[in-house]
């Protein structure tokens, strides 16, 4: 089996990814001084989602790996939704909620 | 007699589909997580409201760090700057236990309270705060046991690289115990906003 | 070839380490493999004694044999065993083990060492669950399926069979990373996607499940031990949790889970059928997507076990309509076997017979899902016998007949001996007879109304219970005379020579048993299908 290596990625582009994630956090930790009801979860989850891609692209080279490597995690992702979302089609719709 | 080969791809491969696992594994929690938020909104805010949010910050900082340090190391090891990249690894060993040591912290202050799974104050405070908690502390407590155990193949492996069995031409085990580590800080970057940020 | 002793050939001659330590500390997929089959068996044996022994009890009303409480904590060890022990590593564990490398031109799976630990894993499972059957306080007694609030709150040793369950299914876990990089990275040169094997892509199809589906089975049985232990209250009403809650997870897992039990099966049928008809598998593209249709589709249905549970009602619609279109790609398997066969020059060969056998119980079993899923027979049906016939029917009819067929078919490879065809064909007639006697029974008792789960019964249930047990008899000799034949086969057959049964699969170009790393020193380069059977012959033997 041929041996792809991978080029080293700079020290630069690590770093500053990791000054973004910490920027991110910032953003979350300042958005949730603020009440905006239900909107704030998913502003929550939609910085973590963002601070995930970098994490995973960057930080974990999936940005260098083959494409086997990205339908993997896509497959995952899509099991995820359907295991969370189909679980929500019971308990939103049950005539008493607990 | 046996099977010899060499497939750093591969090796990879399997790591992630390890990490699948992972994911999967904590859903299970969070599924749990997403459907009791769901029926206890305002319960959720009140229990929210008394973890400490700069305990959470921190931790997410020191972690977020250690991820940019193991990191590092593999750039490091890739340029063949063994010193460098032990460093680095013993940076990210330390930083697992900044984030344990904080969390030590942070549970004996919640403990001190009377906040724990099963007990009389919980009880007192209903069904939704409690759900609260009892997610909180074993989710937190699956993640610190990551952490212990990320912090542990590190460890194995930084003894590695300074015996040279891991060098920047093969280094494999070094990436797979970055992705494992990588793993832990994905958990709590979503764990955080969760469970000490929801008003 | 005259007899030379078996440990003289092949794999169990050649090995760094002699004697048990050459087996025990060996990575090679045919030793653990072997080792898996051993210990597989075994299990089955156990547990399908306990099986015999409650059709005993349920002979007639009354209490004969066992009292409720042993009843109950029968039927507990032998789900349990059955589905951790036996059947969801039956096929992917032993056989895919044995075969997943040889038929797709490899030496070895990828991670042997890894290999080894699952085998490991597994054994400690088994360790752990004769532990909570025996220690403490008492079998457990909540049904397979350790549901709260009751698994919670008895004082049998539930926690020590969930850590069981926990262990096999991080053995599980560990086999389908195994085999899916397997697949990935060690196809030999020429084996393209369109030349694998049907059973490797089932296998395939088997492992992803097992990556994505198991981990959730983990977590819920670590929340059940955390409740008892610390009270963790996740599933408890009084503490903000939701009974119902464990049943999603648990069926998150558990019904991909019954994929992880067919989709090998189907995949061993896949090889026999084309093999016995002398003709390439019918619609390989079809059969191929399948499998990946059935693992996907599997994860979109799980709470039709659930329509009893007081779930919402949308729900319930949901997931009955989802529950209809799994049954698509099952039936494309069903026809295309069937065209398979259509105008082929069957031989009707032991392996054959015990497939054709899995077609039409795997069939019967498939229907009977079907009534199930649709909500409202399934309010009549469910927790009756009919259920308990009808999983009978696609686990033993369809998965444990596919792994006697696979028996038959590749036994004889991996231990160059042939059994005895004649006893074989008896064996069959018996477990065909005795196998549809017993559950067709209890599906019909269940029906008009008996509960499952329940050790005795009302007198109007009696003549249909006692014709299923005199039907467990009919299978329990059945198996005697399959497993005492193979037995003997392995020890005393006459000598085979690479093709027994003419297939155009890679593991038939090998001798039998194959040596150490499977090929010689040249790396295999396939040139030609799996199923094309031009120029194959099968060796005189
Ligand atoms: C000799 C063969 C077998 C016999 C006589 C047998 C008989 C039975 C009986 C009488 C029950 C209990 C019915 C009740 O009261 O609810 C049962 C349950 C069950 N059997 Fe079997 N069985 C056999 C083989 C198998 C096989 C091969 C499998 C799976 C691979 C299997 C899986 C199960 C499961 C999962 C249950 C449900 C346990 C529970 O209710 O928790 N059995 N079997
Ligand atoms: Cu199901």
């Given at each position: 089996m041929s041996e792809e290596k991978h080029e080293p990625v700079p020290y630069q582009t690590f770093i500053l990814i990791w000054v973004a994630l910490i920027i991110l956090t910032g953003i979350t930790v300042g958005v949730a001084q603020f009440d905006l009801g239900a909107v704030n979860v998913w502003v929550a989850l939609s910085v973590a989602s963002l601070k995930s891609a970098l994490v995973l692209f960057v930080f974990m080279h999936l940005r260098q790996e083959s494409l086997l490597f990205k339908i993997g995690l896509l497959a995952m992702l899509v099991i995820l939704v359907i295991f969370i979302g189909l679980t929500f089609t019971d308990v939103l719709y049950r005539e008493v909620l607990l | 007699m046996s099977f010899e080969h060499r497939d750093d791809t591969g090796d990879r491969f399997g790591m992630w589909l390890f990490l699948y696992t992972e994911v999967i594994l904590f859903s299970g929690l969070f599924i749990l997580y997403a459907i009791a938020l769901t029926t206890y909104p305002q319960e959720y805010i009140t229990a929210s409201n008394k973890l400490n949010i700069w305990f959470g910050a921190a931790n997410t900082v020191v972690l977020l760090t250690s991820s940019l340090t193991i990191a590092l190391a593999i750039t490091a090891i890739q340029r063949n700057q063994i010193r460098l990249c032990i460093s680095l690894c013993v940076a990210t060993i330390g930083l697992a236990f900044v984030f344990l040591i904080n969390k030590y912290f942070e549970w004996s202050h919640e403990i001190s309270l009377g906040i724990y799974p099963a007990s009389e104050t919980l009880r007192d405070m209903g069904p939704g705060v409690t759900s609260f908690f009892n997610l909180y502390y074993f989710t937190a407590g699956l993640h610190g046991l990551h952490v212990l155990i990320g912090a542990t193949l590190i460890t194995v492996v930084a003894v590695m690289v300074a015996k040279g069995k891991v060098t920047s031409d093969r280094y494999v085990l070094l990436e797979n115990s970055a992705l494992y580590w990588h793993l832990v800080d994905l958990v709590w970057i979503f764990l955080f906003p969760l469970y000490y940020l929801i008003i | 070839m005259t007899k030379t002793p078996l440990t003289n050939t092949g794999f169990y001659s050649e090995s760094p380490r002699s004697g048990v330590l050459g087996w025990l500390l060996s990575t090679d997929h045919k030793r653990i493999g072997m080792m898996y089959l051993g210990c597989i068996t075994t299990m089955f044996i156990v547990a399908a004694a306990l099986g015999l022994a409650m059709r005993l009890q349920l002979f007639?009303?009354?209490?004969?044999?066992?009292?409720a409480q042993t009843y109950n904590a029968t039927f507990t060890v032998h789900g349990i065993i059955m589905i951790f022990l036996f059947i969801i590593p039956s096929i992917p564990a032993a056989f895919g083990n044995l075969l997943l490398p040889i038929q797709i031109g490899a030496r070895d799976v990828f991670f042997p060492k890894i290999n080894l630990l699952s085998w490991y894993l597994y054994i400690i499972g088994a360790i752990l669950a004769v532990l909570a059957i025996f220690t403490g306080t008492g079998a457990p007694d909540t049904g397979w399926t350790f549901y709260v609030p009751f698994s919670t709150q008895t004082s049998t040793n539930v926690s020590l069979a969930a850590l069981a369950a926990f262990m096999l299914g991080f053995s599980s876990i560990l086999t389908g990373i195994n085999f899916v990089t397997t697949i990935h990275r060690l196809r030999a040169e020429g084996m393209g996607w369109g030349r694998l094997p049907l059973f490797v892509w089932t296998l395939y199809a088997t492992a992803w499940i097992q990556v994505l589906a198991t981990p959730m089975l983990g977590i819920t049985l670590v929340l059940v031990m955390l409740e008892r232990f610390?009270?963790?209250?996740?599933?408890?009403v009084a503490s903000?949790?939701?009974?119902i809650l464990f049943q999603h997870l648990f069926w998150i897992y558990s019904h991909p889970a019954v994929y992880i039990m067919i989709l090998p099966a189907m995949g061993v049928i896949s090889e026999i059928i084309p093999t016995f008809s002398?003709?390439?598998?019918?619609g390989y593209w079809a059969m191929a997507i399948s499998s990946l249709a059935i693992a996907f589709a599997g994860s979109l249905v799980w709470a039709h076990h659930m329509y009893a549970s007081g779930m919402s009602d949308f729900a319930i619609l949901v997931f009955s309509l989802l529950t209809f279109i799994v049954a698509i790609p099952s039936a494309i398997k069903i026809f295309n076997w069937i065209s398979t066969l259509y105008k082929g020059s069957i031989e009707l060969a032991p392996p054959m017979l015990y497939a054709l056998a899995f077609i039409l119980q795997f069939a019967i079993g498939g229907l009977g899902g079907l009534a199930l899923g649709a909500a409202a027979a399934d309010i009549h049906l469910h927790d009756t016998t009919f259920v308990v016939g009808h999983f009978h029917y696609t686990m033993f009819g369809g998965t444990g007949f596919a792994f006697f067929a696979a028996l038959h078919y590749w036994l004889p490879k991996f231990t160059g001996r042939m059994y005895n065809h004649k006893i074989a064909f008896i064996a069959w007639g018996l477990l065909f007879v005795g196998f549809n006697t017993t559950y067709m029974a209890m599906q019909a008792v269940g029906i008009q109304g008996m509960p499952r789960r329940y050790y005795d019964y009302l007198p109007e249930f009696q003549t249909l219970n006692m014709v299923s047990t005199i039907g467990s008899w009919v299978l329990a000799a059945g198996l005697i005379v399959m497993f005492v034949n193979l037995l003997n086969g392995m020890r005393n057959g006459r000598p085979i020579r690479m093709n027994p049964w003419g297939g155009a699969t890679l593991e038939w170009q090998v001798p039998s048993p194959p040596p150490m790393l499977n090929f010689g020193k040249e790396d295999p380069v396939v040139t030609r299908g799996?199923?094309?059977?031009?120029?194959v012959k099968a060796d005189e033997f």
């Open positions: - | - | 007639t009303p009354g209490q004969h044999i066992m009292t610390f009270g963790a209250g996740l599933f408890d903000g949790g939701d009974p002398r003709k390439p598998l019918f799996p199923y094309d059977y031009k120029g």
